[in-house]
């Protein structure tokens, strides 16, 4: 596990291309037969990704985190971007079949992860938060979650939003997590720009082809950067940051925040005329 440690706003102003990129982005989360994870000091997020092959494949973190097993005072959220997959939690069995989701309580003891086809793996994105409180595990089907609709074709930004872990959804602690697919033609996402001084984000981009590339902004609204990522990338949003992005194509994103509440709509929003 790699970790990022937090940044004052007034250091990035100073950073080039590189400096922000090894704070920021992170370049690999899915290589098969690993685990690639990352701690962010942001709010104490882990994130990263877990690609198993032939054998199953778990995380732990009990020395990294000063406890007896990795769960034991964090919550975890599951998004499979893969082909189809297994979850087995305290030896229950999940079916995680593509952009399935699972909301994994604290206490959970046991967490394995198990591909169905090694030649087409599951890609298992997750994200994890410390946790005060356990709430049940819940299983969620992306075909029982309807989904918001945002955006118009006229700006850009025509785009389907789906919440897994969110109040509407089921219960936790201080992570939510969903999914946003832009539709062809669409490029923008979160355009005009907002920040939330209450809550942290990380984003992975996907579904994108080799070619395509992202534009993610980032910074104070009075002093913007960008970085430009891969598929299946990600990049670490500090709560004082804008996060908003194009591409040369349409794409899908995961939004994971954790912080001070769980209300999705706590946003200070940016006017077009304060962006620079």
């Known amino acids: 596990m790699e970790t990022r440690y937090a940044n004052h706003p007034e250091e990035i102003k100073r950073y ?36 198993p092959a032939d054998t199953e494949l778990t995380i732990e973190l009990d020395k990294e985190l000063g406890v007896s097993y990795f769960l034991e005072r964090r919550e975890l959220g599951i998004i499979n971007i893969g082909g189809d997959g297994v979850v087995v939690l305290d030896g229950i069995e999940y079916d995680m079949q593509r952009r399935d989701g699972l909301y994994v309580s604290r206490g959970t003891k046991q967490v394995l992860f198990r591909s169905n086809d090694a030649a087409n793996p599951a890609k298992f994105y997750i994200n994890s938060t410390p946790a005060h409180h356990t709430y049940p595990t819940v299983k969620i089907d992306i075909n029982n979650i309807k989904p918001l609709e945002a955006g118009a074709p006229g700006t850009l930004n025509e785009r389907k939003i789906y919440q897994y872990i969110h109040p509407n959804v089921c219960e936790s602690c201080q992570l939510q997590m969903g999914l946003t697919m832009l539709s062809p033609g669409s490029v923008w996402n979160t355009m005009p720009a ?71 709509d706590d946003m200070d929003h940016v006017k077009m005329e304060d962006l620079r």
């Open 16 to 51: 080039n291309t590189d400096e922000l990129r090894q704070h920021f982005l992170v370049e690999t989360l899915f290589e098969l037969g690993k685990v690639h994870l990352t701690y962010t000091h942001v709010d104490r997020m882990i994130f990263g990704g877990v690609t």
């Open 194 to 264: 907002h920040t939330h001084e209450r809550r942290m984000e990380v984003y992975l981009y996907f579904d994108m082809e080799a070619d395509t590339r992202v534009f993610h902004f980032m910074g104070q609204p009075d002093e913007t950067r960008h970085l430009i990522l891969k598929n299946e990338q990600a990049v670490i949003s500090p709560s004082w940051s804008i996060h908003t992005g194009t591409a040369t194509s349409n794409y899908t994103f995961i939004w994971g925040m954790c912080g001070e509440n769980i209300t999705y």
